[in-house]
């Protein structure tokens, strides 16, 4: 089974728009992380929650996690364009060590 | 702020070449990793290390695949004899404990293409 699917796709909005990303999960997980990749980079830490936390707020980031519905959304408030990446959340396995499982990832484009 | 750092960015290759990856993790960090994603798929685990040895790796990384801590800063991944489909961005990462709260942080990775 895959774990880590992101919805939607690809995201199309307008600045100042709020962006919601959304990832499901198959397994029992310690932490659940997000990440950005603009084209061609590397992965930038966004936020991490645990798995006994529900919501974590980082500036214009808001992340939940639902453990009962293995998902969790994360919420870019006020967009711009310089948020215009892709979105993956990625998870910590209970008793898989320290390896992260990544999802499909969310292209996110935001025009001004 | 503390980063991981790779090098070389960009490297091409002959298929059947060795190629070494290094990675320069964030200092105080114990945890070490290698992950890569083919062009358009996901990021995908390959391996880790922890205390001088390999703690995981996955299927991927068969014996083409080995890892090394030459020194007290650098980390590579040694790819013995590459093929096409060996063609990805390699991302080293970092993380400084074991815990439910670990933070891991990755380099701006090494695009490898082989010819």
């Known amino acids: 089974s895959q774990q880590g699917e992101e919805d939607p796709q690809a995201l199309s909005i307008q600045e100042g728009e709020n962006a919601t990303m959304n990832c499901s999960y198959k397994?029992?997980?310690?932490?659940l992380q997000w990440y950005r990749q603009n084209s061609g980079r590397g992965l930038v830490h966004l936020i991490l929650i645990r798995s006994n936390e529900r919501e974590k707020h980082s500036g214009r980031l808001r992340v939940t996690l639902d453990t009962s519905k293995k998902s969790s959304s994360l919420l870019i408030t006020a967009s711009r364009a310089a948020d215009t990446a892709s979105y993956f959340c990625?998870?910590?396995?209970?008793?898989?060590?320290?390896?992260?499982?990544f999802g499909t990832g969310t292209q996110l484009k935001v025009e001004l | 702020e503390p980063e991981v750092t790779q090098t070389p960015s960009h490297q091409v290759t002959q298929m059947g070449q060795e190629v070494i990856l290094r990675c320069v993790p964030i200092?105080?960090?114990?945890?070490f990793y290698w992950y890569r994603q083919i062009l358009g798929q996901k990021v995908e685990f390959l391996v880790s290390f922890y205390n001088n040895e390999i703690s995981e790796k996955s299927e991927i990384f068969d014996d083409q695949f080995s890892v090394e801590r030459p020194d007290g800063s650098n980390f590579t991944l040694k790819i013995r004899s590459t093929k096409l489909e060996d063609s990805a961005m390699y991302f080293c990462a970092s993380s400084a404990v074991q815990s439910s709260g670990n933070t891991i942080y990755f380099g701006e990775g090494s695009w490898l293409t082989v010819v």
């Open positions: 397994t029992s997980i310690n932490n």
């Open positions: 200092s105080n960090h114990l945890y």
């Open positions: 990625a998870t910590q396995q209970t008793g898989g060590g320290n390896k992260l499982t």
